[in-house]
């Protein structure tokens, strides 16, 4: 099972979001994240919902926290400017 979580920051606060990132349901990124896990989540699908599209470069600081955070492999998406992200 992989859990897909939309992630952004706004004027409210940084946090996890639904209804294509305009609703957030928490801010609690681990804690969002272990729940994953302990459901039977076996893979996390995290997406910068500030940085897709726009070609900034991947959220690094955003990446080390989930995988400091779970035990199962992370998958980040929004930002890619290039191969040279993905290395």
Known sequence: VIA??????SWAGSGFFTHSAEKRFTKDL???LKSAVTAGAGEI????????????GINIELLDTAVQNVQIPVIISGGARNFDDFK
């Open 4 to 9: 897909g979580f939309d992630y952004r920051k």
């Open 30 to 32: 681990a804690g969002t």
């Open 45 to 56: 699908f995290l997406m910068d919902a500030d940085r897709e599209g726009c070609r900034v």
